[in-house]
Structure formats: structure tokens, C-alpha cells
């Protein structure tokens, strides 16, 4: 067995370690949970074979560029937009992900969103513990309906398709834009593809699931706010700079949106002042995938990956 050396840029569950050491590998982990630092990494990338990085390591060129043996990046997410894929693609470096396996549990989330901003769930359950419940009223923490109502989403990958699933058992109008239409979503879901401009004006409810790419960051842009329908909610566990946050902070405050739930940020991990103060915002710390089950699908199909690709020289997932 040949003692290959592997980086895990964070603490992930066990059974990546353990597959790897299994196989004889050399793993290098950090022992808590916080991710080892650009000036280790830029060390230890001139002696490792395999790397499973977070989504938020940059594995850009000029890390890259001091890789001597580096064979395969297994990144931990299903994005990978921190990675520069042409330049590894360019030194023969194997790229994968993690697709299809938190698919479910992002979508859940999602739909858990846009019922907590309709139902004011959080605002509602502050109130109580704050003490102001003092018995129930025909006004108290009104909120909207959501049966019947008009979903738009903006990417109709895997996730964006489970969340239209999940929006048909609500009765609910499903739109989407996408690259191209999906016969198979339009049927399951009852969806009907339609540009961006329509999807906005016409959706009550719309939840971003495209990737993060030069054409769409802040996709969702001042312009594009304006053209959303007056009262309706925005819902994010994409990426946070799809979103321009000076303009979402905006639309919120006049009232042009009625709520907002994110689980990223434009500027993540820090978050916008004004969003911490704002009772029609739910904010997450970036669980889309925080589940048991799939965090460790996740590590364990990373794993494999750079197993495979040391053995075999192909990956299961590649990505470039």
C-alpha cells in the first residue's frame, strides 16, 4: 500500500478518516473544529497527495501553483466555486464534489424557511419567551398563506426540483427559470418554466438554488428587487452573493418585501448589521446540509473519491 498523505482542511464526521487510514493513508485532521489556516494549508500543500477542503477554503491558483504532488481536491460541498477548476484542470488536478446527497436536506430547509418567514415562527416564539403572551387575538402575529400561493425558483437544479416536489403538496403555483426547461419537474411538480421578469413579479415566494457564477452574482440586484412582487418573501440556501444585501436590507425596510430567510450570506461568515436587527429576517448559520446522515454521506463519498482517484486515476463525482 502506498502511504499516500491527506489533508482535511476542517473536522468532518470519522468515517472519511477512518476509510482512508483503512487503506493505509497518511490523514492529517485537525483535532477541533476550527479549519486549518491559509499559512498552514500553503505548507502542507507541497506534500500531500489528496485534499478534502470546506467550501469556504479558497483553493485558488496561487495555492495551487505550490502543489507538488497534489493528485485530487474532494471538496465537501456540492459547490465548488472556491476552487479554481481551469487551473487544476490545468495541472491535472481532479476536482469532485458531493452531489445528489444533500439534496433533500437543503430542499427541507428551504421549505422550512419559507413557512417559518410566513408563519413568523421565530418572531412568534420570541415573543412567548420574552414573556408578552398574555392569551390569544384575532391580530396577533399575523402572517401569510402559503396553500394556494405562488412559488418562484430561481434554478431548477436537483435541489431547486425537490423543493418544487415539496411546494406541490401545498397546492401551491410552481415557476422556474433554468438553462433549459425540465419535462420530468413540469410534470412532477406541475411547474411551468418562465423567464426571470415573470418569475418575479408573479411569485409570492421565491427561493434561489443556482450556483454561484459571474453571471449570477447578485443576480438578485437592486434593479431586479424592484421588479418583485410587492409583499413577497425571499428565501436563500444557495449562495449568499447571488443576493446584493444593500438592496435586499432596502426592500425589507420600505416594505416592498415582506420577509426574507437566509441560510447564506453575501459576506458570510459576517453578516450584514442590519439584518441582525430586522424581526421579518430568519437567519441561519449555513445548515442547509446539518444533518447527521447526510454530513457523513458527505464525508464518506469524499473519501472515496480520493480513494478512487489515487487507485484508479478516475473520480466518482468529478467536477473539471
Known sequence: MVAY??????????????????????????EDERSVGREQLEREITQIDGLIPLLSDPIDRPLLEKAKRLKVIANYAVGYNNIDIEYARQKGIIVTNTPDILTNATADLAF??????????????????????????????????????TLGIIGA??????????????????????????????????????????????????SIHCPLTAETRHLINRQNISKIKRGAYLINTARGPVIEETALIEALKNGHLAGAGLDVYEFEPR??????????????????????????????????????????????????
Open 112 to 149: 422550512a424557511l419559507l413557512l417559518s418567514t410566513a408563519k413568523r415562527i421565530v418572531e412568534a416564539d420570541r415573543f412567548v419567551r420574552e414573556g408578552k403572551f398574555t392569551g390569544w387575538g384575532p391580530l396577533l402575529m399575523l402572517g401569510a398563506d402559503v396553500t394556494g400561493k
Open 5 to 30: 498523505r491527506i489533508l482535511i482542511t476542517n473536522k468532518i464526521p470519522d468515517i472519511a478518516a477512518k476509510l482512508l487510514r483503512d487503506k493505509g493513508y497518511n490523514v492529517l485532521i485537525p
Open 157 to 206: 437544479g436537483r435541489i431547486g426540483q425537490a423543493v418544487g416536489r415539496r411546494a406541490a403538496g401545498f397546492e401551491m403555483n410552481v415557476l422556474y427559470t433554468s438553462r433549459s426547461p425540465k419535462a420530468d419537474f413540469e410534470e412532477a411538480a406541475k411547474a411551468k418554466y418562465v423567464d426571470l421578469n415573470t418569475l418575479l413579479a408573479k411569485s409570492d415566494f421565491i
Open 271 to 320: 453578516i450584514t448589521a442590519d439584518l441582525l436587527t430586522m424581526d421579518n429576517v430568519i437567519l441561519l448559520p449555513h445548515i442547509g446540509s446539518a444533518t447527521y446522515d447526510t454530513r457523513s454521506k458527505m464525508a464518506e463519498l469524499a473519501a472515496k473519491n480520493i480513494i478512487s482517484v489515487l487507485e484508479t486515476g478516475k473520480a466518482l463525482t468529478p467536477v473539471n
